[in-house]
């Protein structure tokens, strides 16, 4: 198996959010996997999926894009160790996917967004400041700036994570599974393209944190940081 | 059975949103129940579940309090047409839970707070207000005057329900279980106490709330509204 990743100018720093949940869920259901290399300008390999973003999946020929497909995909293919565990939990775990993405993810990435152009070679990091300027309307370094303000209502719109964390270990109950990895694969950006700190240290998805990075043998607490 | 529930001045006028979740809950499981009107002041009922707040089950002398735990006593003790179907998915509606009350209930709160007392006798609508204005801030009238301008961050905060109901016919996938009737519940508060529209006539959310309105025979799109 294959999984297309983004990288930064160091190759080995690898920051999406959409990927983190692949290798986590990848690494739950103990198969064995390649990473490969993509950067913002370089997504040829990316067609064979007909897909324009990370990450997409080649599971032998049959190439499948979209984090939430490729954990759907997964769990039909290989059952075993359940990501999700039946139709219902599926259907639950598209909406939590969609507030991962809509709450989570538009929140945090104005807060990293001048450190993610930092881990981008001249070419890659051209490109990212025009299309996300555009989007932001600001400049990197504006939208960042007040990002000691920002991270206020973003610790407040982490209640639900933070209050299930207080009722059990972790977001899927007793033990992890996709929704720990969805949110966890979303702080993981953040955690590799910045030194920003999400959480006071005392919050509970700090604890949970740290046991999500010991997984696996440590798999997430391993991987390189971009600075 | 005995469900108790939160009513107005009308005693047919039951608005509770987490009574809403449960009454669902049992018409999914196919179970008979007796409903309990409770006001604000009069909780003396509750007092055998320990309980200070609405939903109370009382399954024939076992007292069980709050609208998730009572979803998942409902499930363990009749497995039969699950809510959740597994426990990842128990986990994972935890997550849901807490985001529609976290979320929801505290934006709808302010734009239909001086309905709901509106629907209360004087006595109870006097507790109501002095409680309510206190959490507030200001008065009842002064937090629904502006919700014009309140729903509109509302309605962009419901974008994960909108974007799943764009892939999918319920957020439990193929047909309703307990997430759509934690959401669905939750908008009941505001149908039964309140005429504000919470989304624009041809917002996907409308047509799943149509779609739920019927179920059961219509039971939810019988039940009385306040005004």
């Given amino acids: 198996m294959q999984l297309f990743e983004l ?33 913002f300008l ?11 973003t990370v990450p997409v999946l ?3 020929g049959t190439w499948v894009k979209d984090s939430f497909d490729i954990a759907l995909y997964l769990e039909h293919t290989y059952p075993d160790r359940p990501l999700f565990g039946g139709e219902l939990a599926e259907g639950q775990a598209r909406l ?4 991962a993405t809509q709450t989570m993810v538009r929140s945090i990435f104005p807060m990293i967004v001048a450190d993610i152009h930092s881990r ?21 370094e504006e939208a960042q700036a007040d990002r000691d303000a920002k991270v206020v209502p973003f610790r407040q719109s982490m209640a639900p994570v933070r209050n299930t964390l207080q009722a059990q270990e972790f977001l899927c109950g007793s033990s992890p599974a996709w929704a720990d990895y ?5 702080l993981m ?6 030194e920003f700190a999400l959480f006071e240290v ?9 046991k999500m990075l010991d997984m696996f043998d440590g798999y997430a607490r391993k991987a390189k940081l971009g600075y």
């Fill in 7 to 39: 990288c930064g100018k160091d190759e080995d720093v690898r920051f999406s959010p959409y990927v983190w949940r692949v290798r986590m869920s990848l690494m739950h259901k103990g198969l064995p996997f390649d990473v490969v290399p993509v950067r």
């Fill in 42 to 52: 370089d997504k040829k390999p990316l067609e064979n999926a007909q897909s324009k």
């Fill in 58 to 60: 080649n599971d032998e």
């Fill in 96 to 99: 939590l996917n969609e507030w």
């Fill in 120 to 140: 981008l070679d001249d070419k890659n990091g051209a490109y990212f400041r025009e299309t996300r300027e555009k989007f932001l309307g600001c400049t990197l």
């Fill in 182 to 186: 969805c949110v966890f694969g979303t």
């Fill in 189 to 194: 950006w953040a955690r590799i393209a910045s």
């Fill in 202 to 210: 005392d919050d509970p998805i700090m604890a949970w944190t740290d």
